[in-house]
Each structure stands twice: as structure tokens, then as C-alpha cells.
């Protein structure tokens, strides 16, 4: 059974962090992606309190071609994911819709497997040291020095290395997939300069002071915003049509 929990918790450039969408660009060049929104209703009347409520979740809470996502891996994602929701619930101030972030989260590790499963069948497949290098630089953007922090990190969170080498080769693989569908196109100036002009238009509209870092400075973080903007697209497509193609099944 395929643990879906890391996709979150490890890094922003994960397939799950594509389909819950590409984050806005910042200030510097950690570029971490969005995480799943927040609502306006919850069980909870404070967003300090409120706990991940897993009641009422079935225990195969979807089956995809016949693979089946087990209540236990639903509930490590719907757990990080909640947390994150959380936080921006602090912050604004509205308590998490819990209903709606559980419906995002099933929709993400759908799709998530559904690309999973396509990957197999194309035969896309990844080397041991590509893995290697992807923990590295996994660990790096979670200011690790190496993978051995960093699965000795996700070992802390329930995660063998097995499990983390499995998921990354899988990841991998997806990322194959989406590049042969047209998901690695390399941005154009215009397109880097049309998201440089939308984040500091949101800034303004925000009321935020300070203005954004000027345009060359934060390049690198346009191209890859751009670059997970196109993956995202290209993503969404997909697994629009795998799942007209196949057979889907969401129990919440």
C-alpha cells in the first residue's frame, strides 16, 4: 500500500503540493508552496482549539482501479494538512472547514495515485542514486545538512526509510510523467514578468509594506513558480482524464 503522507510533509515541490496548487511568490527563495485552504465552518469555535477530527471517516476512504486508500494513510495527510490549515485559520482568524478540507485532501490523494498508477503503466521507473540525490536536495530545502537528517527527521514522524525512498522514487517517476505531458517548459521572460506584476499587485492590495525584492533577484523563485504553475496545468488534465477513463471511488 503506498503511503501518501509525505507528500506534504516533506516538501512543497511534491505532486501534492501541485494539485492543491502553486503558492504565490515571496520575498526570498525558500519557495514553499501552498497548502490546502481554510473554510468558514468547523465543529471547533476556535481556531486554537480545534484538533483534526478523523470521526466518521470510513476505513477505505477510496478505492482507485481498485487500489484502496486506507482511513490510516488518509489520516497522516488530513493531519498535516490540517495543521497547516490551522495555522492560517489563526491568522485570519476563521476556524477550519474540516468537511471541505477532508473532501480536498481525498480529491489530492486521488489524483496523486491516479498519476501513481500511470507512471507504472508507462513504465517510467527511477534509479537508487537518483533517489539519493532527491533526498539531498529534499533535505536541503528543509535546512537539513543531509538525507540522513532528513529521514532520521521523517523516522520522528512514523516514516522508515524505506517508505521515504519508496514515495521520492514514486514522486520521481510522476515527475517523469508530467514532463513528457509538457509539464517542463522552459518560461518566458513575459511569463516570469506577468507573475513578478501579479504578486506585487496582491501586495498592494494587501496593504503590505515593503514591496517585493526587485525582479532579478528573485528570478530563480519565478521559474520555479512558472514551472509549478505549467506542472499544476498539465496535472490537472491528466488526471481529469484518468479518472473519466477509470474507476473512482470516494467514501466521504
Do not use: W
Not at 89 to 97: H, R, T, W
Not at 136 to 162: E, H, T, W
Not at 244 to 250: A, D, E, H, R
Request: glycine content about 10%.
Amino acid at each position: 500500500m503506498r503511503m501518501n503522507s509525505i507528500k506534504k510533509t516533506v516538501s512543497g515541490l511534491l505532486v501534492a503540493g501541485v494539485l492543491f496548487g502553486a503558492g504565490a511568490c515571496g520575498g526570498d527563495d525558500s519557495g514553499d508552496s501552498g497548502g490546502a485552504k481554510s473554510g468558514s465552518a468547523s465543529a471547533s469555535s476556535s481556531p486554537e482549539a480545534a484538533k483534526a477530527d478523523l470521526s466518521g471517516v470510513p476505513d477505505v476512504v477510496a478505492s482507485v482501479n481498485g487500489e484502496k486508500i486506507s482511513k490510516g494513510e488518509f489520516g497522516q495527510m488530513y493531519e498535516s494538512q490540517f495543521q497547516q490549515a490551522s495555522t492560517q485559520a489563526q491568522q485570519s482568524g476563521s476556524p477550519v472547514d474540516q468537511d471541505q478540507l477532508k473532501k480536498q485532501v481525498a480529491e489530492t490523494m486521488v489524483g496523486t495515485l491516479l498519476l501513481t498508477q500511470e507512471a507504472e503503466r508507462r513504465g517510467f521507473t527511477t534509479s537508487a542514486d537518483e533517489v539519493e540525490t532527491a533526498l539531498a536536495d529534499l533535505a536541503k530545502q528543509n535546512g537539513l545538512k543531509s538525507a540522513d537528517q532528513f529521514l532520521a527527521a521523517l523516522k520522528k514522524q512514523g516514516m522508515d526509510a524505506d517508505e521515504v525512498r519508496t514515495e521520492v522514487g514514486e514522486q520521481k517517476e510522476i515527475e517523469q510523467l508530467l514532463a513528457k505531458e509538457g509539464g517542463d517548459a522552459k518560461p518566458t521572460d513575459a511569463e516570469l514578468h506577468k507573475i513578478y506584476d501579479q504578486a506585487k499587485k496582491q501586495q498592494q492590495a494587501s496593504g503590505q509594506k515593503g514591496g517585493l525584492p526587485a525582479f532579478d533577484k528573485v528570478r530563480s523563485q519565478l521559474v520555479e513558480q512558472a514551472k509549478s504553475e505549467k506542472q499544476n496545468e498539465v496535472a490537472q488534465k491528466l488526471v481529469t482524464s484518468l479518472r473519466s477513463k477509470g474507476k473512482v471511488t470516494i467514501n466521504l
